[in-house]
């Protein structure tokens, strides 16, 4: 009868951890490109004890302006934030699990508003991001995941290396051993 009990309540136990793993949402951590392929957002886990999202702008197809300059925060409503660097800007600040997916706030930095939104992977590859103004009007796009590199530093224009004439200088001897 022990023996029955206790097989019981370690099938219950898994039974109850198989469910707990189905519902919690996908990790969304990793570079995403956004679906009008404009920018790239890094996602990792922050919060208490790593169970939300936060999400930073780390790429621009764009990065500077008209006049050469990097782009900032222009339309933010705080006079005080339009200088801000859009490269390493905050959109999603933690974004909480909800579902199959993480539910919060995301920064649209061309409009300087704040929408809800929520994220949910689709696949590996593709990210689901719905975001709503008033809860009434949605629209969706899906980013793609894309290498974590430093994309931005990888874009700038290298310098080709000029020719340079270099005399060998002459070999020297090896140095006798001290004694």
Do not use: H
């Not at 800007?89 to 909800?98: M, W």
């Not at 706030?105 to 975001?131: C, F, P």
């Not at 990888?154 to 020297?172: D, L």
Request: charged fraction near 25%; proline fraction near 8%; include cysteine.
């Amino acid at each position: 009868m022990r023996i029955a009990f206790g097989l019981a309540a370690l099938l219950a136990s898994n039974l109850l951890a198989a469910n707990t793993a189905f519902a919690a949402p996908k990790d969304l951590s990793g570079t995403w490109l956004t679906g009008d392929g404009r920018a790239k957002i890094r996602i990792d886990r922050c919060g208490p004890n790593g169970g939300n999202a936060c999400g930073k702008v780390v790429w621009l197809k764009a990065p500077v302006d008209e006049a050469g300059a990097p782009r900032t925060d222009v339309k933010n409503p705080d006079p005080k934030k339009r200088a801000r660097p859009i490269i390493g800007l905050s959109l999603l600040d933690n974004l909480k699990p909800e579902d199959d997916g993480f539910a919060g706030e995301i920064y649209n930095a061309d409009e300087g508003k704040i929408y809800q939104v929520s994220l949910a992977r689709e696949s590996e590859g593709e990210l689901n991001v719905q975001g709503c103004m008033l809860k009434v009007l949605c629209g969706s796009q899906t980013w793609t995941r894309v290498p974590d590199v430093n994309q931005q530093a990888a874009a700038a224009p290298v310098e080709a290396p000029t020719k340079k004439t270099v005399k060998a200088a002459p070999a020297k001897a090896p140095a006798a051993p001290a004694q």
